[in-house]
């Protein structure tokens, strides 16, 4: 698989089921919203709670509250061994090449899209589970600048560009034009 599989969403299966026993309470039915939960909602909150294992998982363990810009780097490049996008080192004679013509012995890594994605879910998971946003770890400069490093890497390791895409303006809305006045006789 590569990277052109859904990029915006992380998989990690490591014994996800696992991950969700009694740790998180589940929805009450007689909630305010007894809705079911998007896909991107259902997507952060396993995203949250694999972090949270990380963490358990962590030697010593973290506690959230001491966990910094330097654990959630740790944690992305600990995602890599499950990565799915093959992406090529300066030797590789594939280096640049978005489609090589054979195999070669390059890492897969996460692709720069799904870090990014991850990192944008578990910034809002933070906050929504009473993080201050000035004390987000996962929108420290040195997350960002991870990402970044990231990207431009990737894209030239692979001869893809991503260029930010350009938002679509909507269409002017043109005032009607205006009704003459009724006739008062």
């Not at 929805?27 to 952060?44: D, F, G, I, L, V």
């Not at 990207?151 to 205006?178: F, L, M, T, V």
């Amino acid at each position: 698989m590569d990277s052109t599989d859904d990029a915006t969403s992380i998989n990690i299966n490591i014994n996800i089921d696992a991950l969700h026993t009694s740790s998180s309470p589940s929805p009450s039915p007689t909630s305010a919203s007894s809705s079911t939960p998007s896909r991107y909602e259902n997507q952060k909150r396993r995203d949250w709670n694999t972090f949270g294992q990380y963490l358990r998982n962590h030697r010593p363990p973290l506690s959230l509250s001491r966990c910094g810009a330097a654990h959630v780097l740790e944690f992305l490049r600990y995602l890599d061994q499950f990565g799915k996008t093959k992406v090529h080192t300066q030797l590789c004679p594939f280096f640049g090449h978005p489609n090589p013509p054979a195999p070669c012995p390059c890492p897969l890594r996460q692709a720069w899209g799904s870090l990014d994605a991850l990192i944008g879910r578990l910034r809002a998971a933070y906050e929504e589970n009473g993080g201050a946003p000035e004390a987000n770890p996962f929108g420290a400069r040195a997350v960002r600048l991870y990402l970044r490093e990231v990207r431009d890497s990737q894209s030239k390791a692979r001869g893809i560009s991503y260029e930010k895409k350009k938002r679509k303006r909507p269409p002017p809305i043109n005032p009607s034009p205006a009704l003459p006045p009724p006739n008062a006789s």
